[in-house]
């Protein structure tokens, strides 16, 4: 059975510090994905991440995968107070979009 | 992106009664489409796989005459939450992905809030 396991679940931190949320998997997979979830809402896709050693950037957000450790690494830099979401990474071991998702990090930014 | 779109956004209902949520792919075909929940400050957990002219594929745990799933075209997928109970009350989301080799990515819609008084 797949595991995704997210760590912290829980990260406040003060605008301008660097952090990053670490995603751990259970099963062989090279495709992972990172979402935003605000209050209320829906999924937003961050990245998607298809191959061993890929890195994505996206403004202050980049996200790396390692499919021999199985993890993947979604770094924050310099955050802004609009960053405060819930980030999930999830995984689809089996290529059919049948996607497993870690509990989340709740991401508190501090102006 | 492709855009997954469900429908409705919220409902209440009253207990032992059913209610019917719809989800559309609007520019693509998807022969699967996947149902989750979201219990308040949780993660979503994988319901059941809708299958394209044929039964859905259900997750442990996941009542299926509970939770029916029809998924009688490529664009559209509905899950009725048949005789509902204020357990039930949850945040249900719908994902498809348009399946090509270099388009992996699974589209998500906008959620659907049930609130079962």
């Known amino acids: 059975e797949l595991k995704v396991e997210q760590n912290p679940l829980f990260l406040s931190m003060q605008e301008g510090k660097n952090y990053t949320i670490y995603c751990n998997y259970s099963?062989?997979?090279?495709?992972l994905y990172w979402y935003r979830q605000d209050p209320g809402k829906s999924l937003e896709s961050l990245f998607v991440?298809?191959?061993?050693?890929a890195v994505k950037q996206e403004g202050r957000l980049m996200a790396s995968l390692d499919t021999k450790a199985r993890l993947s690494t979604l770094h924050i830099t310099a955050a802004v107070h609009d960053l405060s979401a819930t980030y999930f990474c999830?995984?689809?071991?089996?290529?059919?979009?049948?996607?497993?998702f870690g509990k989340g990090t709740r991401l508190h930014i501090l102006p | 992106g492709a855009v997954v779109s469900q429908h409705p956004s919220w409902v209440i209902c009253k207990s032992g009664t059913s209610v019917k949520i719809e989800c559309r792919s609007l520019?693509?075909?998807?022969?699967?489409m996947f149902w989750y929940r979201q219990f308040p400050k949780q993660s979503l957990m994988l319901m059941a796989t809708?299958?394209?002219?044929?039964?859905?594929?259900?997750e442990q745990g996941v009542e299926k005459d509970k939770f029916l799933i029809n998924h009688a075209s490529l664009t559209l997928s509905t899950l009725t939450v048949t005789s509902a109970h204020p357990e039930d009350s949850s945040f249900y989301i719908c994902?498809?992905?348009?399946?090509?080799?270099?388009?992996?990515?699974?589209?998500f819609g906008q959620g659907t809030r049930l609130t079962v008084v």
């Open positions: 994902s498809a992905s348009p399946g090509t080799l270099t388009n992996a990515e699974a589209f």
């Open positions: 099963t062989t997979s090279d495709r």
């Open positions: 991440l298809l191959s061993n050693g």
């Open positions: 999830a995984v689809d071991i089996n290529r059919d979009d049948k996607i497993i």
């Open positions: 520019d693509f075909q998807a022969t699967t």
């Open positions: 809708s299958n394209e002219g044929s039964k859905a594929t259900y």
